[in-house]
């Protein structure tokens, strides 16, 4: 597994894993969330022009990563689960990127949350070792159930999480104060709900 991790993180294996946010965009997709599915349907869902994903889709199959295979009258892209690496790839993709995806299919489970987003240095792509992940919860979730879900999401992507919560109506009369203001001037990663149509309400 040393091998293989080392061999992963060259800098040509790196470049070609992560070399655009297209390709990072399919293998979150299709490694972390386990979809499946056309270039069509890999294009919507990564916000990319289908004839970009078909490119970046060629490569991730010619490097071993992904397979297709002819359903109905379509070409269907997943996971290719005997590529000799793939477990030591998704642990990576996690360990790098995949932080979004594992809260954001938790949080997504628990009633009273209008909005949630990733903010700070994990957002702004410039995480070290001792980073942790910032996130912003937007109303009124059970607490109880929402620390035991932050406690397995930490588990999960073995980092702590830093969260703060406001009520709607609180995070309304708060967000021009210097705090939330510097937050939402820089890039935020929504896991939940619309931020921008809950301000306009």
């Known amino acids: 597994m040393y091998t293989i991790y080392i061999h992963l993180c060259s800098k040509s294996v790196h470049m070609q894993l992560f070399g655009s946010d297209t390709r990072e965009g399919i293998l979150l997709l299709l490694l ?3 979809f499946k599915g056309s270039i069509r349907e890999v294009s919507r869902k990564v916000g990319a022009t289908p004839s970009h994903v078909r490119k970046e889709l060629k490569k991730l199959e010619e490097i071993g990563i992904l397979k297709k295979e002819k359903i109905a009258n379509s070409l269907v892209y997943s996971t290719n689960e005997k590529c000799p690496f793939i477990e030591e790839l ?3 993709m996690l360990k790098l990127k995949g932080a979004h995806i594992i809260l954001k299919n938790n949080l997504s489970k628990i009633s009273g949350i209008d909005c949630a987003f990733i903010f700070g ?3 702004a792509g ?6 942790d992940i910032d996130l912003f919860i937007i109303g009124k979730p059970d607490m109880k159930k929402l620390n035991s879900v ?3 999401c930490e588990k999960k992507i073995n980092r702590s999480i830093s969260f703060f919560v406001y009520a709607s109506e609180e995070f309304k009369r708060k967000q021009n104060t210097p705090f939330i203001k510097n937050i939402l001037s820089k ?3 929504p896991l939940v709900g619309d931020l921008d149509e809950l301000i306009r309400a």
């Open 32 to 34: 972390l969330d386990n």
């Open 90 to 92: 998704r642990a990576l």
């Open 121 to 123: 240095s994990y957002a």
């Open 126 to 131: 410039k995480m070290d070792e001792h980073s």
């Open 150 to 152: 932050i406690f397995v």
């Open 187 to 189: 890039r935020i990663i």
